[in-house]
């Protein structure tokens, strides 16, 4: 019992922190803030270092942010996923692939903790891979991002069709990525127009064909959406004023 009011105690006090960290507008700000995390014990929070080195990743001072990180002895992968982001965002990116591989190296799940790779580490760390222009490197965690299979997203496939055109190694791979991005957003045509300028640098006319049509198609659809919508009128049958009574509030 003791234990579960110790928790909620801390619970309280990390949420009291939250909306003064979200108003941190600069460094000085957030070493005040962190001096008074320490004096409440709370110096090990994973939750509140996060939120701390998401305001260093917005302030750019990533040496903070790694000071913040250094001094929590057991970092979950909030926390991994936070330096990864922060690292990734200010084009540090082989510390943000550093963090990437300390992260493989605690998913062992013989660990009372172990840490894993999620749908919020790929997406920066491919990002990075593909700042540092390296192929391999980035088929490498292609390999492990199918291998942990976290749900596929429209921010993930971005990002490995950014890897691979940049790359430039091998745009077939790119075109998978974009043909899943697809199936996420059949109806985006910006999707259709990078896939088509992809298959124009590979020569694939005929892909380049079938996503002109399929932007041709999705055109016409937004405009029967429009010209639909405007047709449309919505008719609210309202009591006149003397039969509504407000002394009790509304009715539901």
Not at 16 to 34: A, D, G, R, T, W
Not at 137 to 142: A, D, I, R
Not at 192 to 201: E, G, T
Request: with cysteine.
């Amino acid at each position: 019992m003791a234990t579960r009011i110790g928790a909620l105690k801390i619970r309280e006090l990390e949420n009291f922190f939250v909306p003064i960290l979200q108003n941190c507008k600069n460094i000085v700000e957030l070493k005040s803030i962190h001096a008074h995390v320490i004096k409440y014990s709370l110096s090990q929070s994973n939750f509140l270092v996060t939120k701390m080195i998401d305001v260093c990743d917005k302030c750019e001072d990533l040496g903070y942010a790694s000071l913040l990180f250094n001094q929590v002895k057991e970092p979950n992968g909030y926390l991994y996923n936070a330096m990864i982001r922060a690292y990734t965002h200010n084009e540090g990116y082989t510390s943000a692939i550093l963090f990437y591989k300390e992260m493989l190296r605690l998913k062992d799940p013989e660990r009372e903790n172990p840490i894993f790779p999620d749908r919020f580490t790929f997406p920066f760390v491919i990002k990075s891979c593909s700042g540092l222009v390296r192929y391999n490197l980035g088929k490498q965690v292609h390999a492990h991002l199918c291998k942990f299979g976290p749900r596929s997203n429209i921010t993930m496939e971005n990002a490995l069709i950014d890897m691979y055109t940049k790359t430039h190694s091998n745009l077939d791979f790119a075109i998978i990525a974009m043909e899943h991005l697809e199936e996420l957003e059949p109806d985006d045509t910006g999707n259709y127009v990078l896939l088509s300028n992809i298959y124009a640098d590979l020569g694939k006319w005929d892909g380049v064909s079938r996503m002109r049509k399929l932007i041709k198609s999705s055109c016409n659809k937004s405009r029967q959406l429009v010209m639909k919508c405007k047709t449309c009128t919505v008719k609210l049958e309202l009591p006149p004023p003397t039969q509504l009574n407000f002394k009790h509030g509304l009715a539901g």
